[in-house]
Nanobody
Framework: EVHLVESGGGLVQAGGSLRLSCTAS????????IGWFRQAPGKEREGVSC????????YYSDSVKGRFTLSSDNAKDTVYLQMNSLKPEDTAVYYC???????????????????????WGKGTPVTVSS
């Protein structure tokens, strides 16, 4: 069974930084997509940043491009989201999600980040004060 556990959320002032972590377990997929999504109160879920293990392709939403960086430590089965220059509009619950990529599935990482994924963590809240 796949488990995704997020950590690192909290309260930060505008302009500050946070690093979110997502530790995965139970993966049996040869290839997978994993990424970060967020949902603010009263707003739709947004795919923030996702990566494909099959080709390393990465997606960032326009709202975070240049400020957020997705990285991974395969030895620790952990992906990180480094968030810099945070803005009040970044306030949301951030979720880690993942799914298998099967052979012959050419769905782009951008589409996967738009549509959501099969496995989800419980989320970690981020609050950016002005």
């Amino acid at each position: 069974e796949v488990h995704l556990v997020e950590s690192g959320g909290g309260l930060v002032q505008a302009g500050g930084s946070l690093r979110l972590s997502c530790t995965a377990s139970g993966f049996t997929f040869e290839d997978y997509a994993i990424g970060w999504f967020r949902q603010a109160p009263g707003k739709e879920r947004e795919g923030v940043s996702c990566i494909s293990s099959s080709d390393g392709s990465t997606y960032y939403s326009d709202s975070v491009k240049g400020r957020f960086t997705l990285s991974s430590d395969n030895a620790k089965d952990t992906v990180y989201l480094q968030m810099n220059s945070l803005k009040p509009e970044d306030t949301a619950v951030y979720y880690c999600a993942a799914e298998a990529i099967y052979y012959s599935d050419n769905t782009s990482i951008r589409t996967r980040c738009y549509d959501g994924m099969d496995y989800w963590g419980k989320g970690t809240p981020v609050t950016v004060s002005s």
